[in-house]
């Protein structure tokens, strides 16, 4: 993509305090038209920049009480994308990372309770070919969410 300019980051900086805002207030905030508000998110989600949009929804409200990452050590890095393949269908599992550090990859899974994530651990990741180790860290609280902030320049 293009340069971000000083009205893109302006773009970005309000819609993410709030996605759901409506174009026509995003407008007069940048005093512009609604036109080219829209024709700006438009190309930042086309340049990639923007990368979705949507709702978050509370595990909790699903009955999935327990957020849990799990380290997961492999045979050899280079197994990474065959794991990745396997990660991907279980779909508890909402986000992995190839990483550095003490582990090959990091998981962030949801479970509804320590059944059923001692079936996803020793069922499934556990089970995939090529995974060595893993190691288990139940988050207790969730204290900050956010997006990455948007400066203006």
Known sequence: MDKIDNLD???LSILSKNARIPFKDVAAECGVSRAAIHQRVQ??????VITGSGFDVNPKS???STCTYVGLNLERGSMYKEVVEQVSAIPEIVECHFTTGPYTMLVKLYARDNEQLMDLLNNKLQGIHGVTSTETLISLEQSVKREIPVTVE
């Open 9 to 11: 980051r302006k773009i």
């Open 43 to 48: 190309h930042l989600i086309e340049g990639g």
């Open 62 to 64: 699903l009955g999935y």
